[in-house]
């Protein structure tokens, strides 16, 4: 099974920041990732996927990069809607997801 | 618009059985890959099952195969999961999830989610 490791686990910044989630994948998973936020008592929403393509609806200031086993998760300028938990998946062997970073207000 | 509502869960006995239905609207149901994701209290969410968009093909996590069945009537748009031989550990709210188009192992409509509560 692929663990995806994310980093870190809270993240506080203010409002008006950049900022930027890491996860990691054990082994090669080209660009077979995607990324996803939630907020409490809400289902997750897809914000990325083959690493770095917006998924539709998704603004501007998000931004993902990365292949193979390292990948980002920027958010350029933080709107209040933006603090939540964020989560990767793997799509290359099977489904695998990480275990998440909060984003929370500074 | 787009919608997935999910039914069924509840409070379950260990060793019991519980089956999940997730009603589609919106879209051509029939077209898409459909995914079962769950995610325990606290825990990042964990992928249990798809089936594919004619019902032939299904796939499930390590952690259900043998226990959970998915399934689906693509003429009452419904997604069905099956669980038996329920553990405290299969606790969590249970998603059903749109296959996205693009990349059907990544899922792009969510429902609301029902909770599974395997407690004595």
């Known amino acids: 099974e692929i663990v995806m490791t994310q980093s870190p686990v809270t993240l506080s910044v203010s409002p008006g920041e950049r900022a930027t989630l890491s996860c990691r994948a054990s082994?090669?998973?080209?660009?077979?990732l995607a990324w996803y936020h939630q907020k409490p008592g809400q289902a997750p929403r897809l914000l990325i996927y083959?690493?770095?393509t917006r998924a539709t609806g998704i603004p501007a200031r998000f931004s993902g990069g990365g292949s193979g086993t390292e990948f980002t998760l920027t958010i350029s300028s933080l709107q209040s809607e933006d603090f939540a938990f964020y989560y990767c998946q793997q799509y290359n062997d099977w489904i695998t997801f990480g275990q998440g970073t909060r984003l929370e207000i500074k | 618009q787009v919608q997935l509502v999910e039914s069924g869960g509840g409070v379950v006995q260990p060793g019991r059985s519980l089956r999940l239905s997730c009603t589609a609207s919106g879209f051509a149901f029939s077209s898409y890959a459909m995914h079962w994701v769950r995610q325990a209290p606290g825990r990042g969410p964990e992928w249990v099952a798809v089936v594919s968009s004619d019902g032939r093909d299904k796939y499930y996590a390590d952690s259900v195969r043998g226990r959970f069945t998915v399934s689906r009537d693509n003429s009452l748009n419904t997604l069905y999961l099956q669980m038996n031989s329920l553990r405290p550990e299969d606790t969590a709210v249970f998603y059903c999830?749109?296959?996205?188009?693009?990349?059907?192992?990544?899922?792009?409509?969510w429902g609301q989610g029902t909770l599974v509560t395997v407690s004595s």
């Open positions: 999830a749109r296959g996205f188009e693009i990349t059907p192992d990544t899922f792009d409509v």
């Open positions: 082994q090669n998973i080209s660009g077979h």
């Open positions: 083959g690493a770095s």
